[in-house]
């Protein structure tokens, strides 16, 4: 996530939009367009501390969070900033590896 510089160890463009993701990732799949851009990725992490990651990295960046929500079993925190909205879905295999996909729209 971006605000003006958001927190984070790496990071999808655009640059005007992007979105840091949790420490020690195992798989990293990121996609870029006109509009935003996404990434999907897996950690060795619970996911309530991923779901604590990006709630503080959010606050930090100045993301206020506009929803939260438990979906089929995945943790759902969106935020919005300006006319930019940052979404993130968060879960587990139930064996130690939490699947974490997170997007910004410009």
Do not use: H
Request: glycine fraction near 10%; include cysteine; proline fraction near 4%.
């Amino acid at each position: 996530i971006r605000g003006d510089q958001a927190p984070g160890r790496r990071r999808a463009s655009p640059s005007s939009a992007q979105i840091c993701t949790f420490s020690n990732i195992s798989t990293r799949q990121a996609t870029t367009g006109e509009n935003g851009s996404a990434v999907s990725y897996t950690v060795s992490a619970t996911p309530e501390s991923v779901v604590e990651y990006y709630r503080s990295r959010l606050a930090a960046a100045g993301w206020p969070i506009v929803s939260t929500s438990v979906v089929s079993g995945m943790n759902v925190i969106a935020a919005q900033k300006d006319t930019r909205t940052f979404g993130v879905y968060i879960g587990s295999d139930g064996e130690g590896v939490t699947s974490v996909t997170a997007g910004v729209q410009l």
